[in-house]
């Protein structure tokens, strides 16, 4: 087998969120080409793009402000997610907006005359947001709206006199509603019994309606109008995959959306005028971040697949016809080494239908070790892209199991919430029967079975280790809970309420956290596993990790612990990722490899 080495895969560089500049002729994007993402621009015509922004820490939003060629940018400290707001102007000269860093702040778009912006915050209250508006001129800030619970600016209205704003009241249930900025007083437009949220809301050409995402009373998410009038709730496209990204042209008369198929995106343009619908090719990945060129005639989005890194391509809305407009994730060296996968499917203990991608190594002539790697959330689902150690793990001759176990996202709003509270350790045993399946169905070395994930993940790879240790060769736990009791003490205030509605409370649930715990059961552990963890992580505590290191340390057991003392609950800087990569990779060679 031709082996190469993980830097190729690992230095894939990308391009992400798409913004086009007021005349069309410039995009700007975040690329990572330095280490650390910052804004690079591309001009028409010219083949290699410039980067424009300049900062230690890495840029995580940026946005035009309307009929300017200003542009808004988010950025946080070593990982810490307590993004601030910036103004990168014309000139490149940057200026503090928010400069508050110990709280959040949520971009909320800006007024149609350009001198406002609209930004949520946890300024007033940890575990609360509310919502500000800021004089980009005299950087004056006032707050337009408080009350105790999670709010959102999503953008203005087209009279500028008002916000269209969002409440959020679990993660899957929302309310959207439209702020008065000289009274204070909010129309809430959604009331609703039951879950259901409503999502990429826009304007229509004369105000009078929203044109947005739901899944109001349904399993999917699909294409909906509201009549602010009235309030009348109006379906106009429906399917059996979910909606997602919601865009409108600037003349008001096209809207773009992608499908979610099975974690595979389809995009969709619908032609107000004509009803009509188009659709256009793409390899096998998902799209997002979309965005019309100001002329109409083009659309932008970000493009990642699993042989095609993140990437911006741009749609021309004549010819129907996608081109790639970067090209920064190029790499000879990983030309025709890049693998797309299978999607499988097999039944839980339960008869439930569980779904997965399934990749697999080229000229497999043996039993091959294989590593099953878990997504986070819990409310999420792995997608078919680009992951830097699923395709090195491939090229070494490893298989990839990638399963959206019962809690994922995008197959319908029953099937989020199977896992909920006490019916947490179902996913768990999915886990298990995924690994019977393979046996069964694909040419597994069952003696060489490793688990991997992050986050929400990470509590799952402890979870199964220490609930189901007969089926793990090694495990790795990427700033996982190792306790839901104390991950529900130690987590951002304003998190804490938003995962109780997925995990439980320590009052109500207390004891069945406790029950299922991997902490609690540290002593059923027999394979070995590496822990790493960001200490700045305001998601998911450093202390999850340390105490569950701790403990096997204490028995002896064959653990491995890395912490990186300037990243969060994700790695951003390369130089992190290469250790932490690296240290995985030969932590799985040695532990399932030949």
Request: glycine share 6%; proline share 4%; aromatic share 12%.
């Given at each position: 087998?031709?082996?190469v080495?993980?830097?190729?895969?690992?230095?894939?560089?990308?391009?992400?969120?798409p913004?086009?500049?007021?005349?069309?002729?410039?995009?700007?994007?975040?690329?990572?080409?330095?280490?650390?993402?910052?804004?690079?621009?591309?001009?028409?015509?010219?083949?290699?793009p410039?980067?424009?922004s300049?900062?230690?820490?890495?840029?995580?939003?940026?946005k035009?402000v309307?009929?300017?060629?200003?542009?808004?940018?988010?950025?946080?400290?070593?990982?810490?997610?307590?993004?601030?707001?910036?103004?990168?102007k014309?000139?490149?000269?940057?200026?503090?907006?928010?400069?508050?860093?110990?709280?959040?702040h949520r971009?909320?778009?800006?007024?149609?005359?350009?001198?406002?912006i609209?930004?949520?915050?946890n300024r007033?209250?940890p575990?609360?947001?509310d919502l500000?508006?800021?004089?980009?001129?005299?950087?004056?800030?006032?707050?337009?709206?408080?009350?105790?619970g999670?709010?959102?600016?999503?953008t203005?209205?087209?009279?500028?006199?008002?916000?269209?704003?969002?409440k959020?009241n679990a993660?899957?249930d929302?309310?959207?509603g439209?702020l008065?900025?000289?009274?204070?007083?909010?129309?809430?437009?959604?009331?609703?019994?039951?879950?259901?949220?409503?999502?990429?809301?826009?304007?229509?050409?004369?105000?009078t309606?929203?044109y947005?995402?739901?899944?109001?009373?349904?399993?999917?998410?699909?294409?909906?109008?509201?009549?602010?009038?009235?309030?009348?709730?109006?379906?106009?496209?429906?399917?059996?995959?979910?909606?997602?990204?919601l865009?409108?042209s600037h003349?008001?008369?096209?809207?773009?959306?992608?499908?979610?198929?099975?974690?595979?995106?389809?995009?969709i343009?619908?032609?107000?005028?004509t009803?009509?619908?188009y659709?256009?090719?793409?390899?096998?990945?998902?799209?997002?971040?979309?965005?019309?060129?100001?002329?109409?005639?083009?659309?932008?989005?970000?493009?990642?697949?699993?042989?095609?890194?993140p990437?911006?391509w741009?749609l021309?809305l004549?010819?129907?016809?996608?081109?790639r407009?970067?090209y920064?994730?190029?790499?000879?060296?990983?030309?025709?080494?890049?693998?797309?996968?299978?999607?499988?499917?097999?039944?839980?203990?339960?008869?439930?239908?569980?779904?997965?991608?399934?990749?697999?190594?080229?000229?497999?002539t043996?039993?091959?070790?294989?590593?099953?790697?878990?997504?986070g959330?819990p409310?999420?689902?792995?997608?078919?892209?680009?992951?830097?150690?699923?395709?090195?793990l491939?090229n070494?001759?490893?298989?990839?199991?990638?399963?959206?176990?019962?809690?994922?996202?995008?197959y319908?709003k029953?099937y989020?919430h199977?896992?909920?509270?006490?019916?947490?350790?179902?996913?768990?045993?999915?886990?298990?029967?995924i690994?019977?399946?393979?046996k069964t169905n694909?040419?597994?070395?069952?003696e060489?079975?490793a688990?991997?994930?992050?986050?929400?993940?990470?509590f799952l790879v402890?979870a199964?280790i220490?609930h189901?240790p007969?089926?793990?060769?090694a495990?790795?736990?990427?700033?996982?809970?190792?306790?839901?009791?104390?991950?529900?003490?130690?987590?951002?205030?304003?998190?804490?309420?938003?995962?109780?509605?997925?995990?439980?409370?320590?009052?109500?649930?207390g004891?069945?956290?406790?029950?299922?715990?991997?902490l609690?059961?540290?002593?059923?552990?027999?394979?070995?596993?590496?822990?790493l963890?960001?200490e700045?992580d305001?998601?998911v505590?450093?202390?999850e990790?340390e105490q569950?290191?701790?403990?096997?340390k204490?028995?002896?057991?064959?653990v491995?612990?890395?912490?990186?003392?300037?990243?969060?609950?994700?790695?951003?800087?390369?130089?992190?990722?290469?250790?932490a990569?690296?240290?995985?990779?030969?932590?799985?060679?040695?532990?399932?490899?030949?």
């Open positions: 087998m031709d082996v080495s993980l830097d190729p895969y690992l230095h894939v560089r990308t391009a992400k969120n913004e086009y500049a007021p005349g069309g002729n410039k995009l700007r994007f975040i690329a990572d080409y330095t280490g650390v993402p910052q804004v690079w621009e591309l001009n028409r015509g010219e083949g290699w410039a980067q424009v300049f900062t230690q820490d890495r840029i995580t939003l940026i035009y309307t009929g300017t060629s200003n542009v808004i940018i988010g950025m946080d400290m070593k990982g810490n997610e307590n993004e601030q707001l910036h103004l990168l014309k000139d490149n000269k940057l200026i503090e907006l928010t400069n508050s860093p110990e709280h959040i971009y909320g778009g800006s007024s149609p005359d350009g001198k406002w609209a930004w949520s915050s007033r209250h575990a609360y947001f500000y508006i800021q004089n980009l001129e005299t950087l004056e800030i006032r707050l337009a709206y408080s009350d105790n999670l709010f959102a600016s999503l203005w209205a087209p009279d500028g006199n008002s916000l269209l704003i969002e959020i993660p899957l929302n309310d959207l439209i008065d900025l000289s009274t204070g007083c909010v129309n809430w437009l959604t009331n609703h019994s039951g879950e259901a949220s409503f999502i990429d809301a826009h304007f229509n050409k004369d105000g309606h929203l947005l995402l739901s899944n109001k009373d349904r399993e999917f998410f699909g294409l909906a109008c509201i009549n602010l009038k009235t309030k009348y709730f109006d379906w106009m496209e429906l399917g059996e995959w979910d909606y997602e990204n865009e409108m003349d008001k008369e096209k809207l773009a959306y992608t499908i979610n198929e099975g974690g595979i995106s389809k995009g343009i619908l032609d107000l005028n009803s009509e619908l659709s256009w090719k793409t390899p096998v990945g998902v799209i997002s971040k979309m965005k019309f060129s100001p002329d109409n005639q083009k659309l932008a989005y970000e493009f990642n697949g699993p042989a095609y890194p990437e911006i741009e021309d004549k010819s129907i016809q996608a081109e407009l970067t920064v994730s190029r790499s000879p060296v990983l030309k025709d080494k890049l693998i797309e996968p299978e999607i499988i499917t097999f039944h839980s203990f339960d008869k439930l239908q569980i779904p997965a991608f399934y990749y697999q190594p080229k000229n497999i043996k039993k091959l070790p294989v590593v099953l790697y878990l997504h959330g409310e999420s689902q792995s997608r078919a892209v680009y992951n830097s150690i699923h395709q090195y491939l070494l001759g490893f298989a990839v199991c990638v399963p959206n176990f019962r809690g994922s996202t995008g319908g029953t989020t199977l896992d909920d509270v006490q019916k947490r350790m179902d996913a768990v045993t999915d886990l298990v029967y690994v019977k399946w393979l694909r040419n597994i070395d069952f060489r079975i688990i991997m994930g992050g986050s929400y993940g990470g402890l199964a220490s189901f007969q089926y793990w060769s495990a790795i736990d990427i700033v996982g809970m190792s306790s839901l009791r104390t991950f529900l003490e130690t987590t951002s205030p304003w998190r804490k309420k938003q995962r109780e509605a997925e995990y439980g409370t320590i009052e109500r649930d004891k069945f956290f406790d029950r299922i715990d991997p609690n059961h540290t002593d059923r552990i027999t394979c070995p596993l590496m822990v963890h960001g700045n305001p998601r505590h450093i202390k990790s569950m290191v701790t403990k096997l204490d028995r002896n057991h064959q491995e612990f890395i912490r990186f003392e300037d990243e969060g609950h994700k790695f951003e800087k390369l130089k992190n990722k290469s250790t990569y690296k240290e995985m990779v030969q932590f799985l060679i040695r532990h399932i490899g030949e």
